[in-house]
């Protein structure tokens, strides 16, 4: 049985943040604001990268990269989510539903596989310094990123297969802003145990193994550093280190509550502040944690400035 056949439901209503017409319209701005500066901050970072030659290494191509993957992310919701706050249905049909849960997923578990390797990066610049730049070439960083990209995109496509089979013939309300796996299982008319079970488990496997990566590509640095006789040395690595971890704990921290199991209780309303954390916060100040913890950083975007401003006089 097929989608069209199985469901009677032809479009969902997303919820978001039910409130008075005033505080939508309050929140559209809020969230406009937020939407427009996480695009400028990850945008500065891509600018940095590719107009400073001092910054085209595989620390940089990574951070680059990753910020681009921010941009992606947001705008699996954000656009969306915007829209909402001023309109009255705040409807999504089924399938612009499936596509969004694809792709805000893919992107994901893209970065569960790109902060590992930002991590396993910064393990080989601190504890092999002289093989670094053989070990970890540019070519081989970007085919790395590239593999990290067609992996996560192949995740997901056989479970959302499985779920749109599923009939859904009402009701049609998601108490979220996003199509989330637990709200979208819940409405399905036929319990569906086996694909709940399946979500949780691919879920719970690429969190975990790649979180334990990062703890130990960590563990070995922080021994490493302790190593290092002068205390300049060691500031100089953990400084290396700092803004990844910070990251690392903010998107872990808010992925963990949420995802190693899709209908663990947790309330609408924690699933919501807990989804917008990691998916609309975490992008936001993440080119603020690397451009002001960067020297590097903030010296490109300090010589992009200053073009822009002999160009515009």
């Known amino acids: 049985m097929n989608m069209s056949e199985a469901s009677t439901v032809t479009e969902f209503i997303l919820l978001g943040f039910p409130c008075s017409r005033e505080v939508q319209v309050l929140l559209f701005i809020l969230f406009s604001l937020s939407y427009i500066l996480t695009l400028m901050g990850n945008g500065a970072i891509i600018c940095a990268v590719k107009v400073d030659h001092r910054l085209h290494t595989p620390m940089y191509y990574l951070l680059a990269n990753f910020s681009f993957l921010e941009i992606c992310y947001i705008n ?36 569960t596989f790109l902060l590992p390797l930002m991590a396993f990066d910064r ?21 790395l990123v590239a593999l990290c990209w067609v992996t996560a995109f192949l995740c997901y496509p ?11 013939c009402g009701p049609n ?7 989330d796996p637990g709200p979208l299982l819940a409405l ?13 488990l691919l879920s719970s496997l690429i969190i975990f193994i790649t979180f334990f990566f990062i703890l130990a590509s960590y563990t070995l640095v922080l021994r490493a550093v302790f190593r ?5 040395g060691r500031r100089k690595a953990f400084s290396t280190c700092g803004s990844h971890l910070i990251v690392v704990s903010l998107f872990y921290g808010t992925i963990m509550v ?5 209908n663990s209780g947790n ?26 913890r960067n020297k590097d950083v903030k010296a490109a975007l300090r010589k992009i400035l200053r073009h822009a401003k002999v160009s515009q006089s």
């Open 228 to 232: 290092v006789p002068s205390a300049a």
């Open 173 to 179: 309300t998601i108490d979220h802003f996003v199509c």
């Open 188 to 200: 399905s008319c036929t319990p569906a145990p086996g694909i709940e079970l399946a979500c949780s």
């Open 76 to 111: 699996t919701t954000a656009p969306h989510m915007l829209g909402n706050f001023l309109s009255e249905t705040k409807t999504i049909s089924l399938t612009a539903c499936f596509l969004q849960f694809y792709f805000f997923f893919s992107c994901g578990i893209n970065e």
């Open 123 to 143: 393990y080989l610049a601190i504890c092999w310094p002289l093989h670094y730049p053989t070990i970890i070439s540019s070519c081989l960083c970007l085919n």
């Open 258 to 262: 949420m995802y190693i199991s899709p």
């Open 267 to 292: 309330p609408a309303g924690t699933q919501k502040i807990v989804t917008l954390i990691y998916s609309s916060v975490t992008p936001l100040v993440n080119p603020l944690i690397y451009s002001l």
């Open 158 to 168: 056989v479970p959302i297969y499985f779920i749109t089979q599923l009939p859904f």
